[in-house]
């Protein structure tokens, strides 16, 4: 059962990712110091998430972790 769209932003959050301006509609960008470029998630907070949206999550966290 895939994850929700509010579980990886938790995560990010929780990575110390946070939320900047830019995003538009449904769309979220996250940024953190130690990572280069953005994490954009997209979908409502009840949404299930993409597979490819749960992979660059955790890839980011792991980038972010070294």
């Known amino acids: 059962m895939p994850r929700k769209v509010r579980e990886l932003i938790a995560d990010l959050k929780k990575a110390g ?3 900047t301006s830019g995003g ?9 110091s130690a990572y280069a470029g953005a994490v954009t ?5 009840g949404d299930d998430a993409k597979h490819y949206q749960e992979r660059q999550v955790l890839a980011a966290i792991e980038v972010v972790k070294k």
């Open 17 to 19: 990712f946070r939320e």
């Open 24 to 32: 538009k509609g449904s769309h979220r960008k996250f940024l953190h």
């Open 41 to 45: 998630i997209s979908g409502q907070m």
